[in-house]
Each structure stands twice: as structure tokens, then as C-alpha cells.
Nanobody, 125 residues
Framework: QVRLVESGGGLVQAGGSLRLSCAAS????????MGWFRQAPGKEREFVAV????????YYGDSAKGRFTISRDNSKNTGYLQMNSLKPEDTAVYYC??????????????????WGQGTQVTVTV
């Protein structure tokens, strides 16, 4: 079992930036992936990005392309989500997650079985 703890959320004006962190403990992400999702009030959990922990290869959801960057620091067992050019519609609780073993490039919430507690991101006009 892996324990995930997000941090770095907050209040930012439109056009600003935030960097979220996801610290993992209990096991490493070796041979696996780490994903980021977000959920706005009244909406379904939305895929943001996923990274292959071994290779660093990334894949993004449409809302994140060109503005967000997912990365990881293997030595710290920590993942990151750099968010630039933030918009009010990016307001949501952001979650990092570890997938069910064996999943390949997981981009659906049901493919993950370990979630952090979430961190709130609020973007004002």
C-alpha cells in the first residue's frame, strides 16, 4: 500500500502559477505510474496527467496540454504538477493517485486504487 500526500494548493489569480507536490511513502512507484486528477464541485473526477515513473514519459488530458507539466523526483519519491496560465475553470480539488498494478498508461479514475487526500486550487478572475 502507498500513502500519498498532496501539497501546494492555494488561491491564485487568473494567469498565475502553482506547483503541486505529491509525496509517496510505503512503496515506490518503480515500474508504475503516478497520475493527477481534479474534481470541481458537482462534476466528475477529471484526468489531468500521468507520468511513467521509470522513464519520465508523460501523457496529458486535454485541459492540461500546453499549460501543465507533470514531473517526478525519483530520489524523493515525489511527483509534481506545475500549473501555469491558470484559469478560473481550473478551480478544483487536485488529487494524485497510484494505479492498480499492471495498468498501462492509466487515464481513468477507476484504474487507480490509491488516492491522496487532495489539495484545493482556487483561481480567481
Amino acid at each position: 500500500q502507498v500513502r500519498l500526500v498532496e501539497s501546494g494548493g492555494g488561491l491564485v489569480q487568473a494567469g498565475g502559477s502553482l506547483r503541486l507536490s505529491c509525496a509517496a511513502s510505503g512503496r515506490t512507484f518503480s515500474n508504475s505510474y503516478m497520475g493527477w486528477f481534479r474534481q470541481a464541485p458537482g462534476k466528475e473526477r477529471e484526468f489531468v496527467a500521468v507520468i511513467s515513473w521509470n522513464t519520465g514519459t508523460t501523457y496529458y488530458g486535454d485541459s492540461a496540454k500546453g499549460r501543465f507539466t507533470i514531473s517526478r523526483d525519483n530520489s524523493k519519491n515525489t511527483g509534481y504538477l506545475q500549473m501555469n496560465s491558470l484559469k478560473p475553470e481550473d478551480t478544483a480539488v487536485y488529487y494524485c493517485a497510484a494505479p492498480i498494478a499492471g495498468r498501462i498508461w492509466p487515464s481513468r479514475a477507476y484504474e487507480y486504487n490509491n488516492w491522496g487526500q487532495g489539495t484545493q486550487v482556487t483561481v480567481t478572475v
